[in-house]
C-alpha cells in the first residue's frame, strides 16, 4: 500500500466585481449596512468589527473579513477535544470570512465525529478551512479522500470486489449533482471507481490491488475512472455549480435563488471559484435588501450569545462546559442529524427551538455572565448587535431596566434576558 500525499491547496483569485445599487450607492458602508455584513459573513457578528468596517467600502470590509489565520487544532485522540477546539475558534470574534464559509461547507459536506477516529477530526477542518474561499474541485478532491469522512461514508475498505456504494451515493447525491442527474448505474460504477482507500492510525493510504482497474460507463462515458476523475466529471456537470452555488446563495441572503437567478448562478460558478461568488451574492439588491431574514440556527444563535455577553464584558462558561448545551438547541458541530446535515429552513424560529433558546438562557449564570451592577441599556444593546430593535420592543426593554421594585442586578439581568430572547436577536 501506497500512502498518497494530498495537492497543495489552490486559492481562489481575488477579482474585483462590481456591487449593486443597493451596497455601492453608498460609497462608504453606515453602521446598518456594515452591520447587516458582518452577521451574515461571519460566525459571531462582534460588534466591534462592525465598528470598523462602518466608512469601509464594501469590497474593503469583504477584505478584512477574509484575513484571517489558519486554525491552530491539537490532533488528539481525546475524546471531543478537537470538536471542542474548532468550536473555539468558531466563536474567536478574530474570525471572519474563511471562517464563516468552513462552517458553510461543514453543513454541506458533514461527517459525525462519533463514527470517526478522533484523531481525524483535525485534519478535516483542516481542508475545511484551507479550501473554505477556495475552489470547489479542490475542495472536494481533498474531502471525499479525507480520512474522517472515508470512515463515516463506509469508504474506508471498500474494494473492488465488494465495493461499499454509501460514499458514491451522498457524493452525488448530498456533495455534487443532486438528485435527477444520476441513476443507480452510477452509483455502482462509482462506488467501484472509488474503491481502494485506507484509513488507520490517523493515515489515509491507498491500496492499488483493492481498486477497480477495469473499464467503467459513469454518466454515460465509459474509461478507467478513479477517484480523482469521478470528482471531476461530477465538478463538470452544469448541476453541481447550480445546486452547490444554489445553497451558498440561501445561506447568504437567506432565501433561496429563483429560477433565473439561479441559472445566472450557474453561469457565474461554472469554474466552481468560491471567492468571487460570494463576492458577487454579497453585491446583490437581494443581499442588500434582507437584513434579519435569515433565521440564526442553533450554533450560530448559541455562538452569538456568548459573543454578546463577552462584548459586554461578562464571562461566559467555558466551552468545553457550555458546549453540551447544543445538543438542547439542536446543532453540535460534528454531531449532524443525518449525512444531509441541518435543516436550513424556518424550524429554527418554531416554537421548540425558541423553547430550546429560552431553557438555555435561564440556565445561565447571571451573576457570572451579566455581573451585579445596574444595567447599561445602550451597552446591551450594543453588544447584541440590536441597533436596529423594533420601537415597541425597545420600549419594553426600557421599561424592564426602570423597574424600581427589582434589585440593580436584577434588573440588569431581566434587561439581558429580554433583548437576548427579541425576535431580532433569532436572525441574522
Not at 463515516?152 to 465495493?163: I, N, R
Amino acid at each position: 500500500m501506497a500512502t498518497t500525499t494530498p495537492a497543495t491547496p489552490t486559492l481562489a483569485t481575488r477579482r474585483p466585481t462590481r456591487f449593486s445599487a443597493a451596497f455601492a450607492g453608498r460609497e462608504r458602508l453606515d453602521r446598518a449596512s456594515a452591520a447587516h455584513l458582518v452577521r451574515r459573513t461571519t460566525v459571531t457578528a462582534p460588534a466591534e468589527v462592525v465598528d470598523a468596517l462602518v466608512g469601509r467600502s464594501v469590497g474593503e470590509a469583504l477584505e478584512r473579513l477574509a484575513e484571517e489565520p489558519p486554525p491552530a487544532l491539537a490532533p488528539d485522540d481525546e475524546w471531543g477535544r478537537s470538536v471542542t477546539e474548532w468550536i473555539g475558534t468558531l466563536c474567536d470574534p478574530a474570525r471572519g470570512l474563511r471562517t464563516r464559509l468552513a462552517w458553510f461547507w461543514h453543513g454541506v459536506f458533514t461527517t459525525n465525529a462519533d463514527a470517526v477516529e478522533q484523531s481525524l477530526v483535525a485534519a478535516q477542518v483542516e481542508v475545511l478551512h484551507t479550501h473554505a474561499l477556495g475552489n470547489v474541485r479542490d475542495l472536494l478532491q481533498r474531502f471525499v479522500v479525507d480520512g474522517a469522512l472515508l470512515q463515516y461514508l463506509d469508504g474506508d475498505g471498500s474494494a473492488a470486489w465488494d465495493p461499499n456504494e454509501n460514499l458514491a451515493r451522498e457524493l452525488m447525491e448530498l456533495f455534487t449533482v443532486g438528485r435527477g442527474h444520476y441513476g443507480e448505474d452510477d452509483v455502482r460504477a462509482a462506488a467501484r471507481a472509488l474503491a481502494g482507500w485506507r484509513v488507520g492510525d490517523g493515515a489515509v493510504t491507498f491500496d492499488r490491488q483493492a481498486a477497480f482497474a477495469a473499464p467503467l460507463i459513469f454518466l454515460g462515458v465509459q474509461d478507467r475512472w478513479d477517484t480523482a476523475s469521478v470528482v471531476d466529471a461530477l465538478c463538470d456537470h452544469p448541476a453541481t455549480p447550480r445546486r452547490l452555488g444554489g445553497l451558498l446563495w440561501a445561506d447568504l441572503v437567506g432565501s433561496p435563488p429563483d429560477g433565473t437567478t439561479l441559472s445566472e448562478i450557474g453561469d457565474r460558478f461554472a469554474d466552481l471559484e468560491i471567492e468571487p461568488l460570494v463576492r458577487w451574492i454579497v453585491g446583490t439588491e437581494a443581499f442588500a435588501a434582507s437584513p434579519r431574514q435569515r433565521p440564526r440556527r442553533g450554533f450560530e444563535w448559541w455562538a452569538a450569545v456568548r459573543q454578546a455577553i463577552t462584548t459586554a464584558g461578562g464571562s461566559p462558561q467555558p466551552i468545553a462546559d457550555d458546549r453540551w448545551a447544543l445538543d438542547g438547541l439542536g446543532q453540535v458541530p460534528f454531531h449532524p442529524p443525518s449525512v444531509a446535515g441541518w435543516a436550513a429552513d424556518r424550524r429554527w424560529t418554531a416554537p421548540g427551538s425558541i423553547g430550546a433558546r429560552l431553557r438555555h438562557l435561564w440556565s445561565i449564570d447571571p451573576w457570572q455572565a451579566f455581573g451585579d451592577g445596574e444595567v447599561d441599556l445602550q451597552r446591551v444593546l450594543w453588544a447584541c448587535g440590536l441597533d436596529d430593535l423594533a420601537p415597541d420592543r425597545r420600549a419594553s426593554i426600557v421599561d424592564a431596566g426602570a423597574m424600581p421594585d427589582l434589585e440593580p442586578a436584577n434588573r440588569s439581568h431581566l434587561v439581558w434576558l429580554l433583548a437576548l430572547s427579541t425576535p431580532e436577536f433569532q436572525f441574522s
